[in-house]
């Protein structure tokens, strides 16, 4: 069961923007609106971020945006903090086993 | 205050069962718009889904075909929970387990909203 592909870190300074992409298939990312984001701290459980490709929870801040093109999804954090560094990590419905699909993880480094 | 509460052993033997139970606070298992999932973590596997339960007037499940011979889940709505049993363990089956609530969104996918704290099992003699 593959997993979809994001590069494994992106860094950026205090302010500026940044954006992770997640790469998968026509069976996935391609043929669903169903991306979500999930952000994940050293030690903790992820914590869901984006769901539907680009809508916000309540209480997620609007730094956070996401968004698609073809097989491919992307987060987006603007006015990067230092409490955004962490652990991120895409899903996606897949028309074949497993069903759920997760990324295989984006190290975001505040520098 | 919806949360999750993860509870079973660290440890299991090879070859044997691996059991977890995800209490629910704050919503009901047998909720129409809900989905309960476990969810697992390891360094060589990633984020893995292994499977749901749900209710839509009765209870359907969804397992990940790498487990499904070896995957239950059930639900006891007396004591609102959901838990998970895995058979036949092997040390590939180390990982953190989680158990999460998927929610219906407006488009009809479930994304995971609510997870438990995570339950680390590690499959050794």
């Known amino acids: 069961q593959s997993a979809l592909t994001q590069p494994a870190s992106v860094s950026g300074s205090p302010g500026q923007s940044i954006t992770i992409s997640c790469t998968g298939t026509?069976?996935?990312?391609?043929?669903?609106?169903?991306v979500s984001w999930y952000q994940q701290h050293p030690g903790k459980a992820p914590k869901l971020m984006i769901y539907?490709?680009?809508n916000r929870p309540s209480g997620v801040s609007n730094r956070f945006s996401g968004s698609k093109s073809g097989n491919t999804a992307s987060l987006t954090i603007s006015g990067l903090q230092a409490e955004d560094e962490a652990d991120y990590y895409c899903?996606?419905?897949?028309?074949?086993?497993?069903?759920?699909?997760f990324g295989t993880g984006t190290k975001v480094t505040v520098v | 205050q919806i949360q999750l509460q993860q509870s079973g052993p660290g440890l299991v033997k090879p070859s044997q069962t691996l059991s977890l139970t995800c209490a629910i606070s704050?919503?009901?298992?047998?909720?129409?718009?809900?989905?309960w999932n476990w969810i697992r973590q390891s360094p060589s596997r990633g984020l893995e889904w292994l499977g749901r339960?749900?209710?839509?007037?009765?209870?359907?499940?969804e397992h990940a075909e790498s487990v499904k011979s070896r995957i239950t889940i059930n639900s006891d709505t007396s004591k609102n929970q959901f838990s998970l049993q895995l058979n036949s363990v092997t040390p590939e089956d180390t990982a953190v387990y989680y158990c999460?609530?998927?929610?219906?969104?407006?488009?009809?996918?479930?994304?995971?909203?609510?997870w438990g704290q995570g339950t680390l099992v590690t499959v050794s003699s």
């Open positions: 899903s996606s419905y897949r028309s074949s086993s497993p069903l759920y699909v």
């Open positions: 704050g919503d009901s298992v047998s909720n129409n718009s809900g989905a």
């Open positions: 539907d490709v680009s």
């Open positions: 026509s069976s996935d990312i391609g043929g669903y609106n169903s």
């Open positions: 339960t749900y209710y839509r007037s009765k209870w359907y499940n």
């Open positions: 999460a609530r998927g929610t219906r969104s407006r488009s009809g996918w479930y994304p995971y909203d609510y």
